[in-house]
């Protein structure tokens, strides 16, 4: 597939003839939202709405990532290039909701996955921002992967039209496990957007296998920041 670059840092771009001002050093990559802190939690603003998202110190999934940021961005502004309304999606490692949140603002039916030790946190998250807002209500599951999937997640039922991960790969021990739940719901029909921050050197090695197993593009390329869209190899 041909890469799309679609979420450059244009407000970067200088005249030849003037110097970067500090002001423009200063600015913050073009996938960082409007985002205001108060009384413990943060407001984000996407698809027309206020997002309170309020984080948790037990685990890596309750918190926020930047990769989850620009994966909001990216379907909030670009909503012809990935249309949700009405489709079936999946979230990977959840966390704390924001993209399964925008997801369904954007009007998709969507189910938010993760760890059993995440899904309250999740759960209340997911369910203050979208209540009366969405057509369809988010559901809220229990994903361990690589565990018994086709059992929990048969793939004659199983069929989404997306599936969504942010952040997803970092330095913990499950990383072919996340490659076999990405392959097993991946299936013909489905596209996956996966959207990460390069930290680590098995960061990369991910991305090659990655590569390997899916017909692959790069939507975004912004420094360390990547989001890939990727479909089943037949």
């Not at 413990?40 to 890596?60: M, N, T």
């Not at 692959?216 to 869209?229: A, H, P, Q, R, Y």
Request: glycine share 4%.
């Amino acid at each position: 597939m041909e890469e799309i670059m679609v979420l450059k840092d244009d407000d970067y771009e200088e005249d030849e003839e003037t110097d970067v001002t500090a002001e423009q050093q200063d600015r913050p990559p073009a996938w960082v939202p409007s985002i205001s802190s108060r009384l413990g939690r943060d407001v984000y603003h996407y698809a027309g709405q206020d997002i309170v998202i309020h984080e948790s110190i037990d685990s890596f999934g309750a918190v926020m990532w930047p990769a989850a940021l620009a994966l909001c961005s990216f379907l909030d502004n670009n909503r012809k290039t990935v249309n949700l309304k009405e489709k079936e999606v999946l979230e990977l490692g959840a966390g704390t909701g924001l993209v399964t949140i925008v997801a369904s603002l954007l009007g998709a039916s969507v189910t938010a996955t993760d760890l059993p030790e995440v899904l309250s946190n999740l759960r209340a998250n997911v369910m203050r921002n979208t209540r009366e807002r969405c057509r369809h209500t988010p559901q809220v599951a229990a994903l361990s992967w690589g565990h018994d999937l086709e059992s929990a997640y048969p793939t004659s039922v199983s069929r989404y039209d997306y599936v969504l991960a942010a952040d997803v790969v970092y330095h913990h021990d499950f990383l072919d496990e996340l490659l076999g739940t990405m392959k097993h719901f991946c299936k013909p029909g489905t596209t996956l957007i996966w959207a990460n921050k390069v930290r680590f050197e098995n960061d990369r090695t991910f991305t090659e296998n990655f590569k390997k197993a899916f017909h692959t593009s790069l939507l975004v390329e912004d420094g360390e920041m990547k989001i890939f869209m990727a479909t089943c190899r037949e």
